[in-house]
C-alpha cells in the first residue's frame, strides 16, 4: 500500500508566492505544480487554476503559457505556427489580467521566471533591456522544449539528491530558449524530437481523460494501424496505451479525491470509468488501497 503524502503545496507556498502572487494552495487544488527557486511550473490537471480565473490578479514575475494546441487556448487570433512547434505567449510582471471560463478547461504549461533573472538575462543576450508587454505576445517555440520541462517537473517531483543543481541547470536552459524563441531565433532540431513522439498522444490523454477513447482512435491520429501504433507506445512508456490511459485517470481520480469537492461516484463519472464498481477496482489495483480509503488517509495526513 502506498503511503499517502502531506501536501507539498504547503510546504513550498512561500517559495511559489514569489513568483506567482497572492496565491493559495486552495487555488491550486486542480494543479500539477512544480517548484524552483527562480522558475516554477504550473499545469492545469483536473479544472481551472482559480488563481488564474480570479479578476485583475498579477505575478510579480515574467508569465509564460505554452499550448500544447493552437486550437485548444484562451488567447486571441492565434498566430500560425510552423511545424513541430508549440503556441506560447509572455507576459510582463504586474500587468493584471484573467483567464475567461469557458465550457472546457484549457490544459497547458504555465511558466513563471523571476523578474530579474529573466531581465538579466535577457539583458546580457541582446544588450537591452526587454520591452514591456501589456497584453499576453505570442510566439512560436520549438517542441523540443518540452525535453526540458519534463526534465524539470521529474525533478521537482522526485528530490532526489543533487536535483536542486539540476533545476538551476535547467532554468537556465528554459529561459534561454524561451528568450530565443521570443526573438524568432531558430535553433535546430533536435534529431530525438523528430523521431515518433508519444507526447502529443499521452497529452490527447491528459486533455480528454474523461472521454471515451479507443486504441483505434489514438492509432488513426499518429496515422498507424493498431499493432504498430500499440508497439511504438509501449516502446516508449513500457505500457500499452489503454493501460497508459487508466493510469492517468486514476491520477486525476486520486487529485479530485484529494480536493474534497466531490463523492466518488462523481469522481468515477468524471475520470471517464463505466460505474463506481469499475473505478474502485482499477484504483485499488494501482495503488492498494480503495478511494475511500485514500480519501479518509489523506484527511488524516494534512
Known amino acids: 500500500m502506498k503511503k499517502i ?11 511559489i508566492q514569489t513568483l506567482v502572487g497572492d496565491i493559495t494552495a ?5 494543479v500539477d505544480c512544480y517548484f524552483g527557486d527562480r522558475l516554477s511550473i504550473f499545469v492545469p490537471s483536473v479544472g481551472y487554476c482559480q ?25 486571441k487570433d ?13 507576459l510582463s510582471p504586474e500587468i493584471p ?20 533573472f529573466y531581465e538579466e538575462r535577457y539583458n546580457k543576450i541582446f544588450g537591452r533591456p526587454i520591452e514591456k508587454f501589456h497584453i499576453w505576445k505570442q510566439f512560436s517555440v520549438p517542441q523540443e522544449i518540452m525535453i526540458d520541462i519534463k526534465s524539470f517537473m521529474s525533478e521537482s517531483e522526485s528530490k532526489i539528491p543533487g536535483y536542486e543543481n539540476i533545476l538551476e541547470a535547467l532554468t537556465e536552459i528554459i529561459t534561454i530558449r524561451l528568450i530565443r524563441s521570443q526573438n524568432r531565433i531558430q535553433t535546430e532540431i533536435n534529431p530525438v524530437v523528430k523521431k515518433f513522439d508519444m507526447e502529443q498522444i499521452i497529452e490527447f490523454m491528459e486533455q ?32 500499452a496505451p489503454i493501460e497508459y490511459f487508466i493510469k492517468i485517470r486514476i491520477e486525476k481520480g486520486q487529485k479530485l479525491l484529494r480536493s474534497g469537492e466531490k463523492n466518488i461516484t ?7 470509468f463505466g460505474s463506481t464498481a469499475h473505478f474502485s477496482t482499477c ?20
Open 78 to 90: 492565434p498566430i500560425e505556427l510552423p511545424l513541430n512547434h508549440y503556441l506560447a505567449a509572455i
Open 208 to 239: 480528454h481523460f474523461g472521454d471515451q477513447i479507443s486504441l483505434g482512435d489514438l492509432s488513426k491520429k499518429v496515422g498507424m494501424s493498431k499493432s504498430q501504433f500499440s508497439r511504438c507506445f509501449r516502446q516508449e512508456t513500457g505500457l
Open 5 to 15: 503524502k502531506s501536501s507539498r503545496l504547503d510546504k513550498e507556498l512561500n517559495k
Open 283 to 302: 484504483f485499488k489495483n494501482h495503488l492498494g488501497i480503495s478511494p475511500s480509503m485514500y480519501k479518509k488517509l489523506y484527511k488524516e495526513h494534512n
Open 26 to 30: 486552495e487555488d491550486l487544488k486542480n
Open 51 to 75: 488563481y488564474a480565473i480570479r479578476p485583475n490578479h498579477t505575478h510579480p514575475s515574467y508569465s509564460f503559457v505554452l499550448f500544447f494546441s493552437e486550437k485548444q487556448n484562451f488567447l
Open 266 to 272: 462523481e469522481i468515477a463519472e468524471d475520470c471517464g
Open 97 to 116: 489580467h484573467e483567464e475567461e471560463i469557458a465550457d472546457q478547461f484549457t490544459r497547458y504549461v504555465a511558466i513563471f521566471i523571476n523578474k530579474d
